[in-house]
Each structure stands twice: as C-alpha cells, then as structure tokens.
C-alpha cells in the first residue's frame, strides 16, 4: 500500500463519528451561556459555562469528553460540581458536538482543546486561575492528563475510563478489525504517529501521569469492556499517591457519578488546599 493510499485509510478509518448534543445544562437544572471560544489552530470550539453560583473569583473545572462523545454527555457532572462551588466549562473538542470540524483528531489535538479551554477560563474575572481543575473521560482522560503534564499550577486532575497507552487501545482496535499485529498492525500503528506527530511514549498517560504536578484521581468502571480495569490499576502504581475509585460500571460512568460525587467533591476541595510543590 503506498504512503498515499495509507493516509486516506487511516483517516478514513479513525474518522470521528460526530453526535447532536443529547441534552442541554438546562436538562440538569443549569444556568449556562454557550460560548465559542478559539482552538490553537483558530477554529472554533463550542462550549457551555456554568458560572459560579456564590462568591466571585471561584475556583473552576474543564470538562473534556471523549472520542466521538461531546459535552452533553459530561453534563451529569456538570451539577455535582457546580454544586460543590466549582464554575465548569464543558467544551466539545475540535469535530465533535457543535465545534468546528477539522482533518482529523489525536490525543495531543484533544490536549491543545484542553490547553485553550484553560486559556479561556484564566481569563474571566469571576474565576481564579489558581484553582483550575480537569476532568476527562477516556481519551479526554488522556488529554487531561497530557496537558497537566504541561502545567505547573493546576489544582486537580480527574481522569475517568483512562487507558494506560495508545498501542494498547490500538492493538485491541485491529484485533476487533481482525488485522494482525504483525505485520500490519505495527506498520499501521507507525503510521498513526507519523499522521499525528507525536510518539505513543511520549503521550501515553503512563508517561504523562508521574509527570502532573498536581493531585490525580482516578475513576475506573469494573466492567469497562473498552479499557479493562487493569489499566487503570498499572496507572495508579505509576505515580505513588495516585488515587483510584472503583466504580460499579462500564466505560460510560455517567450513570455511575452517585456512586463517585461525594469522592469527587472531596478530592477536589482537599486538593485546593495542598501546597505546590
């Protein structure tokens, strides 16, 4: 296959499957403004904001969906942490939800969405930019865990439904295809880090987790048939001190967040209280 025709495949193949909202913060008792804040590349980047219900600057959280999700469907979060004194901007990344389309998304994209809803969020006047936090699911996971790799101040980082590397997802996605490994899957995984820029290493939550100046929390269903639990335990042994949650759940951990709120909330306001470091 020549380079060409690889690079249509791949794209084609790893196209976003892009979803309507399902829901409004309106669903969720929220008042919120629908903003349109600019991506690194200067699409636009859709986005709800929940401000702060008491006093002003307030501490806030990202919210970051996963792939081919959108922000909708992290609104059941949204309301805990809004309760628990936390303005929230829930964005949809580049090609997914009502953001801009573009030629394809990555891990490291989805991380540069992060970097500018972060951007956004440090420079409203009701929000303390010291008391930023994160919140990912699955690759979201991942681009959090990316960019607070990047970041000296954060407050927090939660990370749900998280993979341990990108060649692990990888080899589970062309073993489901029916590819083999080798020779083909190591070839197209090749492939995937030349088409994206970066290499799996680097960018793998195994490498990005022990390097997050901040606290990290972990969520993790017990029946995830995407990401197995395994994962989540060989990212808690990566950094000593990394907490993990067990959740009675699958990927999706949206139907879960009873289970995990009172968690959330207190790793949050204890991490907003830990010295830097």
């Given at each position: 296959?020549?380079?060409?025709?690889?690079?249509?495949?791949?794209?084609?193949?790893?196209?976003?499957?892009?979803?309507?909202?399902?829901?409004?913060?309106?669903?969720?008792?929220?008042?919120?403004?629908?903003?349109?804040?600019?991506?690194?590349?200067?699409?636009?980047?859709?986005?709800?904001?929940?401000?702060?219900?008491?006093?002003?600057?307030?501490?806030?959280?990202?919210?970051?969906?996963?792939?081919?999700?959108?922000?909708?469907?992290?609104?059941?979060?949204?309301?805990?942490?809004?309760?628990?004194?936390?303005?929230?901007?829930?964005?949809?990344?580049?090609?997914?939800?009502?953001?801009?389309?573009?030629?394809?998304?990555?891990?490291?994209?989805?991380?540069?969405?992060?970097?500018?809803?972060?951007?956004?969020?440090?420079?409203?006047?009701?929000?303390?930019?010291?008391?930023?936090?994160?919140?990912?699911?699955?690759?979201?996971?991942?681009?959090?865990?990316?960019?607070?790799?990047?970041?000296?101040?954060?407050?927090?980082?939660?990370?749900?439904?998280?993979?341990?590397?990108?060649?692990?997802?990888?080899?589970?996605?062309l073993s489901a295809m029916g590819l083999p490994w080798?020779?083909?899957?190591?070839?197209?995984?090749?492939?995937?880090?030349?088409?994206?820029?970066?290499?799996?290493?680097?960018?793998?939550?195994?490498?990005?987790?022990?390097?997050?100046?901040?606290?990290?929390?972990?969520?993790?269903?017990?029946?995830?048939?995407?990401?197995?639990?395994?994962?989540?335990?060989?990212?808690?042994?990566?950094?000593?001190?990394?907490?993990?949650?067990?959740?009675?759940?699958?990927?999706?951990?949206?139907?879960?967040?009873?289970?995990?709120?009172?968690?959330?909330?207190?790793?949050?306001?204890?991490?907003?209280?830990?010295?830097?470091?």
């Open positions: 296959m020549s380079a060409g025709l690889l690079r249509r495949w791949l794209l084609r193949r790893f196209a976003v499957p892009r979803e309507a909202h399902a829901a409004t913060p309106a669903d969720y008792g929220l008042v919120a403004i629908e903003v349109g804040l600019p991506a690194r590349d200067g699409r636009r980047l859709h986005g709800w904001f929940v401000p702060p219900a008491g006093g002003t600057p307030a501490p806030a959280v990202l919210v970051m969906h996963g792939w081919g999700a959108n922000a909708s469907l992290m609104l059941p979060l949204a309301r805990p942490l809004h309760d628990a004194g936390h303005a929230v901007l829930l964005i949809d990344a580049r090609g997914h939800g009502a953001s801009e389309n573009i030629d394809f998304m990555s891990l490291p994209r989805f991380a540069e969405d992060v970097a500018a809803g972060l951007d956004w969020l440090g420079g409203r006047h009701d929000v303390d930019r010291a008391r930023l936090s994160l919140v990912g699911h699955s690759v979201g996971a991942a681009a959090v865990l990316l960019e607070a790799s990047r970041r000296d101040h954060l407050n927090a980082v939660i990370a749900l439904s998280a993979f341990a590397h990108p060649r692990d997802m990888m080899r589970r996605h080798y020779p083909l899957g190591a070839l197209v995984t090749a492939w995937v880090q030349r088409l994206i820029g970066a290499r799996f290493d680097d960018i793998a939550p195994l490498t990005t987790l022990p390097r997050a100046r901040c606290p990290v929390l972990l969520a993790h269903g017990l029946h995830d048939n995407t990401v197995p639990f395994a994962e989540a335990e060989r990212l808690a042994a990566s950094r000593p001190g990394t907490a993990l949650i067990r959740v009675d759940a699958g990927h999706d951990l949206s139907e879960a967040m009873p289970q995990a709120r009172g968690a959330f909330e207190r790793f949050l306001n204890a991490s907003a209280s830990v010295p830097e470091t």
